[in-house]
Nanobody
Framework: QVQLVESGGGLVQPGGSLILSCAAS????????MGWSRQAPGKERELVAQ???????DYPESGTVRFTISRDNAKNTVYLQMNSLKPEDTAVYYC?????????????WGKGTLVTVSS
């Protein structure tokens, strides 16, 4: 089992920045990709950014340019740097990780951290 603990959400003014963190803990796991998704009120969950174990990043259109994902493999932690935040970025942000590869792969989700962009 892997536990994910997210932190860094909160209230920020438009144009501001936030850094989200997600630390994975447990035993006997190897992290594959790590990522962040978000779900705004009344909308479906969408992928924001993803990073592989080798550091390759992927940003669907919603996260391009303003967001940067990174990871610290020694700390089993993934980060999401969010800049120039807009009210439409308001959502619950979820960390997700995949451990293992192929038939041994398993996905885990955090409980989410709320980001509110408002003046």
């Amino acid at each position: 089992q892997v536990q994910l603990v997210e932190s860094g959400g909160g209230l920020v003014q438009p144009g501001g920045s936030l850094i989200l963190s997600c630390a994975a803990s447990g035993s006997g796991f190897r992290l594959n990709y790590m990522g962040w998704s978000r779900q705004a009120p009344g909308k479906e969950r969408e992928l924001v950014a993803q990073i592989t174990s080798g550091g390759r990043t992927d940003y669907p259109e919603s996260g391009t340019v303003r967001f940067t994902i990174s990871r610290d493999n020694a700390k089993n932690t993934v980060y999401l740097q969010m800049n120039s935040l807009k009210p439409e970025d308001t959502a619950v942000y979820y960390c997700n990780v995949r451990t293992g590869w192929g038939v041994y792969a398993m996905d885990y989700w955090g409980k989410g951290t709320l980001v509110t962009v408002s003046s």
